[in-house]
């Protein structure tokens, strides 16, 4: 078997395109490294904050590799509050023993923002020998106990929707809570299943994170601004505006953020490679940014990059 070098897997994943997974892009090579990398099912726990839980729904409707594959054969996903069989202090005496006998040896992943506003109570997640568990001790705890951390999502990342002003419950991401450890940003709204199974993958092959951007996330799934190869680009450079939902034309004045909007949507599109933002007709709203989405606003509408045509 040929192993893959870095700069071979992040060119794959970087290339891969719509209609073409990303697990079918890497190759057999890659998918026997990969369960070589393993073989020791690595521990996982997931935990859910301030969120909708639509980036576990962007994850389970992963078709290739299908979600049962990866949860039964390549990672050993003991915590999720959605799929998990065990409740309540049964579940949570499972975290206790993931903390205490695998420190620096399991991978965390955070969805949802970090409420820290009254010490944190405004999101709790259980219960623990009599002590209430607010979610940010939790993301405290297990996330500067784990060998890294994935924060899946924008809000994860950076806050997204819940830490929107006027941000009541003071929501934070995940990298302001933990210090210790490293922590992988995973943006969109949702997250896309591909950046996080390749992210996921890319840790096991080899053991280290890979090159992050200067928001922490991983540069090959965010390369450059969508608008560097938008579809509607040629209308941009003609001077050709859309102005009502529908007409032909740059997005721009409907609102469109990809002139911000680092992420490769265009290529790797959404809900197994069939359609992405702009392919539908809509501006895109820069959900993979941390200016989301306060500083993305007004979604549909002028904003403060009109008038770039000239």
């Given at each position: ?12 994943c970087?290339?891969s ?7 079918s ?8 490294s990969l369960a070589?990398a ?9 935990l859910q904050?301030a969120a909708?839980?639509?980036c576990?729904?962007?994850l ?14 390549v ?27 695998e420190?620096d ?6 969805e ?17 020998k ?8 939790a ?8 060998k ?18 006027p ?27 591909d ?10 092959q ?7 951007d ?10 450059e ?5 938008c579809?509607?680009r ?14 032909e034309?740059?997005?721009a004045?409907?609102?469109c ?7 490769d ?5 959404w ?13 895109c709203?820069?959900c ?18 009109k008038g770039m045509?000239?």
């Amino acid at each position: 078997m040929r192993s893959i070098s870095r700069r071979e897997f992040i060119k794959l994943c970087a290339g891969s395109a719509a209609g073409l997974s990303l697990m079918s892009a890497l190759g057999p090579q890659i998918t026997e490294s990969l369960a070589w990398a393993a073989e020791g099912k690595p521990t996982v726990v997931w935990l859910q904050g301030a969120a909708c839980t639509g980036c576990s729904v962007s994850l389970l409707n992963s078709v290739e590799p299908a979600i049962e594959k990866v949860l039964l054969d390549v990672i050993s996903l003991r915590y999720h509050p959605n799929i998990m069989a065990s409740a309540g202090h049964v579940a949570f005496e499972q975290l206790e023993e993931i903390v205490n006998k695998e420190k620096d040896n399991f991978f965390l992943v955070v969805e949802g923002g970090v409420p820290t506003g009254a010490e944190g109570h405004y999101c709790t997640i259980g219960e623990l020998k009599g002590k209430e568990i607010t979610f940010a001790e939790a993301v405290a705890t297990l996330g500067n106990a784990a060998k890294a951390v994935i924060a899946a999502g924008s809000c994860a990342s950076f806050g997204g929707i819940p830490g929107a002003t006027p941000n009541p419950t003071s929501v934070v991401g995940v990298d302001q809570i933990v210090t210790k450890k490293p922590v992988i940003n995973i943006g969109n709204c949702p997250m896309h299943p591909d950046h996080f199974l390749g992210t996921v993958v890319y840790v096991l092959q080899y053991g280290d994170i890979p090159e992050l951007d200067r928001f922490k996330r991983p540069k090959m799934f965010y390369p450059e601004p969508i608008h560097e190869t938008c579809p509607r680009r040629p209308y941009f450079d003609a001077g050709q505006f859309a102005e009502t939902v529908g007409d032909e034309g740059c997005l721009a004045h409907l609102g469109c953020k990809g002139f911000i909007a680092y992420s490769d949507c265009q290529k790797r599109k959404w809900n197994n490679g069939r359609n992405w933002c702009i392919g539908a007709g809509a501006p895109c709203l820069g959900c993979s940014e941390p200016y989301f989405p306060d500083d993305c606003s007004p979604f549909y509408g002028l904003w403060p990059l009109k008038g770039m045509e000239g």
